[in-house]
């Protein structure tokens, strides 16, 4: 599958997990970085979040 991206990528606070996963989805298919704040509302719920979003071949890092 072959798309192009019009997303952009942004600073953003997540407050929800089900909407949290979504927005981190989206940054994945976004051309530029994204900085996501508050992932801890998400890792609750995902299992290794970070080590199957690199799978997928995302750069993410965790900035403390």
């Known amino acids: 599958v ?3 991206s019009k997303l952009l990528g942004n600073d953003m606070v997540l407050k929800d997990m089900r909407a949290g996963m979504a927005i981190v989805i989206a940054c994945r298919g976004a ?8 992932v801890e509302v998400i890792e609750v719920g ?7 979003i690199r799978k997928l071949g995302a ?5 403390e």
């Open 2 to 4: 072959s798309v192009r």
């Open 46 to 52: 995902y299992e290794n979040l970070f080590g199957k």
């Open 31 to 38: 051309k530029s970085k994204s900085t996501i704040e508050n």
């Open 59 to 63: 750069s993410i890092n965790r900035i």
